[in-house]
């Protein structure tokens, strides 16, 4: 391996979607100085607790440093090769035998965009089959749905200065204090700066975000599509819609307001959603009156069975009064991961093809194929997420290949998964760990670049794309996956797969994103054209920049301002949107509702966070956060241990009483997985109820029942 020289890298922080910038030194031993980088134009310097701690989470214990191989039962050590040909046989063998959606791909938001690129290609254009898909499914595939349903396309309009721009401030099912700190430290700052700025929170838990709020409006879950088509029908009858901007820029609003009852009375919407009248009130007279006003939304509205019908409710209200696209007013998707973005622009998601372009389209399926040179193209969407584990436990997937995700722990009821995987044929897994609880059945275990030794771009929240860079050596023999795939790929006797360095994937990204935009009746947004022939120097010296790109150093901050948007005919779509509760009721035997969601100092399943002593002191074990009143009635005392359970599993965590938690509801945090001794995988209790167009399963909404351990 080359030497890395002892100074400072520019790159990105792998954790949340806001993707601050980091300068990071190595200190030769392995270690590294870790720093805010003050020129990145997501955080300006800023990072939260987690980033200011990825220096405690570079070391070697615990990582997968050699590729291993399943043999009489046990893991031994293999090498890259046997483990290549293992893995290029198998997928080839099953392939014969039972065609091509009988293996699949499930990869991760933590993966970069090359990364995302190539596994998409070899499965869509070379395997043939589109079931590949990725634990953003579980994140913020709502939020695609309803973005592509409103605007043709899948854009976030706005950014984050538009943040410090607004005079109102919406924060629906997103905890940003925690989730999305530093952008929430600019929220704060513009708060201090301007206290009329106002401040409301719609969720139904009090979280720390709700500190800073003017309002808090704590909906009964599951209620916001009645909100906000609350909201809808009384902006249109107050007056406060944009009927200009309706009349020249967008279809379907007469439906969405018949659906969402025009002559509806506040009184009504707020005893549905369970809300205080003269608060709910507040709010719409708040949202009528403020042009600029902010509506962010996270996984409290994407991680429902209604989550894409959510997404449009609160689209349409922006669409009504023509605030989108312009400074200080829009929809915002607060992105989960750090390259949630950048998988959806490469297509690495089992409904979509790559660069915007549709699976469902015969002509862009073609284009697509002829310009990866590929012998096939898959031609209908494959599995998603929970139905993809599902096919491998019913047999029908024989082979799947997980790249630098935990579904045994992250996925809903998290013990089918267990089931499916100890049933596969072939079970591959990518990741930087070597001990987790998916590790456990793979057949052929790959050993990848972490964070600091992988290089490649992300892209954050607010479209930009960023490089993280290599700041230290590939320990042991991790590779990157992009170059797991291409391996495998041309073991299988794929053309199409010689990159000599992530520059190159990069660039022909770049020019897949310019094919015929526009020609074909479609406006996609998404375009790459100045970078295209960007080589290794450019690409390592390439600044955070927000698509779509007007030259290699200028970007885009805003888009549809000028109500032109994705759709054939330029016009965006109000979507008649109905309120359905969740799945699953409470009562019975289960007479509680699970919530499920992030703590502010860890992240995703532990694996790099774990490490860091700091920050395990936040929150060291499992915890069940109820009312105290439901804690008596279940006979459980703060401080003891209680076992939840659901339908679909059970665990055991230590009560809790945050405060923030209204009667008949349980908030249990997502991140402690099975290598403990109670085994406190959340996922195992969470229903797989998904919502019919995204495919999101419902994470915030499960009956559970409370009891003493
Ligand atoms: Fe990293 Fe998110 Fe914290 Fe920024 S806010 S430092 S991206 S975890």
Known sequence: HMPIPLQEVRTTCPYCGVGCGVKATPLGDGGALIEGDADHVASRGRLCVKGSALGETLGLDGRLLYPSMRRDGVMTRASWDEALDTVADGFRRII???????????????????DYYVANKFMKGYVGSANIDTNSRLCMSSAVAGHKRAFGEDVVPGCYEDFELADAIVLVG??????????????????????????????????????????????????????????????????????DFVAAHTHGLEAALEVAGVDGEVDDVARDCGVDPDQLRAFYELFARTEKVMTAFSMGVNQSSSGTDKVNSIINCHLLTGRIGRPGMGPFSLTGQPNAMGGREVGGLANMLAAHLDLDNAGHRDAVRSFWGAPRIADKPGLKAVDLFRAVEAGKVKAVWIMATNPVVSMPDADQVRRALAACELVVVSDVVANTDVGAYAHVALPALAWGEKDGTVTNSERCISRQRAFLPAPGEARADWQALCEVARRMGFAGFDYDGAHAI??????LSTWKNGEDGYRR?????????????????????QWPLRSPTEGTARLFGDGRFSHPD?????????????????????PLVLNTGRMRDQWHTMTRTGKSPRLAGHAPEPFVDLHPHDALLAGVREGELARVSSQWGAMVARVAHGGGIARGAVFVPIHWNGQTASDARVGALVNPEVDPVSGEPEFKHTPVRVEPF
């Open 525 to 545: 947004a998404f375009r790459l054209d100045p970078l295209v022939g960007i080589d290794r120097a450019a690409y390592d010296a390439l600044e955070p920049i």
């Open 174 to 243: 997103s905890n940003a204090a925690w989730c999305h700190p530093t952008l929430f430290q600019r929220i704060v700052k513009a708060k201090e700066a301007r206290p009329e700025l106002q401040i409301v929170v719609l969720d139904p838990r009090r979280t720390a975000t709700c500190e800073l709020a003017d309002l808090h409006l704590p909906l009964k879950p599951g209620s916001d599509v009645r909100l906000f088509n609350g909201l809808l029908a009384y902006l249109a009858r107050e007056g406060a819609a944009d009927r």
């Open 506 to 511: 990069f660039d022909e990204h770049a020019r």
């Open 96 to 114: 014969a035998e039972h065609g091509p959606d009988a293996v699949a791909l499930y990869v991760s938001g933590q993966i970069l965009t090359e």
């Open 570 to 590: 330029g016009k965006a779509r109000f979507i008649a949107v109905t309120p359905r509760g969740p799945v699953h009721a409470p009562g019975g035997e289960f």
